[in-house]
């Protein structure tokens, strides 16, 4: 299957400071990619629908001015936690779903980035 | 709007032997993905097998086979001659067919395999 590069896998940071999260998709093309979170035996849960080129489409209840994400190009999504506080602390996960190709429609994931805010 | 239901939280299997997980969705839609993804200790979610809605035949991958019912909108997932690799968390997800739309996943299922 095609390879979604997630960095860093993990993380630790100080309340109040900011930290970036990048999802790559190594050998296709994504239009779309996704960013979820998933507490401790628990499902994932989809934070929002990030598009190249135009702005994310958020879920209810995930504050957007707290998780800036950036669709900068066809292979790269950023996930940018502001002002972090420690009940940010979770497991982050990204998504890119491949537009053309064999994989056409297959989303992969990242390998996770485990976040953790002292 | 799109759910996926998954009734059971936690199963166990004895290795070598076959275990069923069940899932249920709900959707309007008549063409769709369903997928079943594995999520080892390392938490990298795995693809183990991909169904659209469009085929009646049922998909397989080696150990791995599902039993789709359209109509009852159910999709479970059997693991024949079940290994110790196979303990993980198991995730039934469903799809539209479009490149901008979510995935929805399922509550999961933990697996156990007995030695």
């Known amino acids: 299957g095609a390879v979604v590069s997630q960095h860093p896998s993990r993380v630790i940071c100080k309340s109040g400071t900011s930290v970036k999260i990048e999802c790559r998709s190594l050998d296709f093309q994504a239009t779309t990619m996704f960013w979820y979170r998933q507490f401790p035996k628990q499902s994932l849960m989809l934070m929002a629908t990030?598009?190249?080129?135009?702005?994310?489409?958020?879920e209810q209840g995930v504050e957007k001015d707290k998780f800036l994400i950036n669709h900068a190009s066809l292979t790269l999504s950023t996930l940018t936690v502001t002002s972090a506080h420690p009940e940010d602390s979770s497991f982050y996960i990204c998504s890119a779903r491949a537009d053309t190709g064999i994989f056409y429609l297959e989303a992969f994931f990242g390998q996770g980035t485990r976040l953790t805010v002292v | 709007a799109q759910t996926v239901t998954q009734s059971q939280p936690e199963m166990s299997v004895q290795e070598a032997e076959t275990v069923t997980l069940s899932c249920t969705y709900d959707?309007?839609?008549?063409?769709?993905?369903l997928f079943w993804y594995k999520q080892p200790p390392s938490r990298q979610m795995i693809l183990v097998i991909r169904q659209e809605a469009y085929k009646q035949q049922n998909a397989t991958e080696n150990r791995f086979s599902v039993n789709f019912q359209k109509a009852a909108k159910s999709f479970s997932l059997k693991i024949s001659d079940s290994q110790l690799g196979d303990a993980a968390m198991y995730f039934c997800a469903y799809s539209p067919k479009t490149s901008y739309d979510k995935v929805i996943f399922g509550p999961g299922t933990s697996l156990s395999v007995i030695p």
């Open positions: 990030s598009n190249e080129g135009s702005k994310a489409t958020y």
């Open positions: 959707t309007s839609e008549s063409d769709y993905y």
